[in-house]
Nanobody, 125 residues
């Protein structure tokens, strides 16, 4: 049974930081890329960041480049999203995900097969 559990969300003031974590269980997910997505109220789910299985390759949405950092610890089957200089536009439910293939680092939600339950991030102005 595959399970992804996000943690670390909450309320933060603009300019602040949060670190999200996503722990995976159930399979050998150290061989797979991992991704973060977010969905704001009334908007579609959008790509935030992704990381290759080794951690050697990362991809970011333009809107978060230079402020967010994705990393992983394969010994813990956990991926992280460090979010700095947060602004109110970052307010959303954040989801971690695992793709349906070990190939590449997908940036589209369609490329992901397993999803966490999501965690709320709220940035106040």
């Amino acid at each position: 049974q595959v399970q992804l559990v996000e943690s670390g969300g909450g309320l933060v003031q603009a300019g602040g930081s949060l670190r999200l974590s996503c722990a995976a269980s159930g399979r050998f997910f150290s061989s797979y890329a991992r991704g973060w997505f977010r969905q704001a109220p009334g908007k579609e789910r959008e790509f935030v960041a992704a990381i290759s299985w080794s951690g050697g390759s990362t991809v970011y949405a333009d809107s978060v480049k230079g402020r967010f950092t994705i990393s992983r610890d394969n010994t813990k089957n956990t991926v992280y999203l460090q979010m700095n200089s947060l602004d109110p536009e970052a307010t959303a439910v954040y989801y971690c995900a695992i793709p349906d293939t070990i190939l590449g680092v997908p940036t589209s939600a369609a490329g992901y097969d397993y999803w966490g339950q999501g965690i709320q991030v709220t940035v106040s102005s």
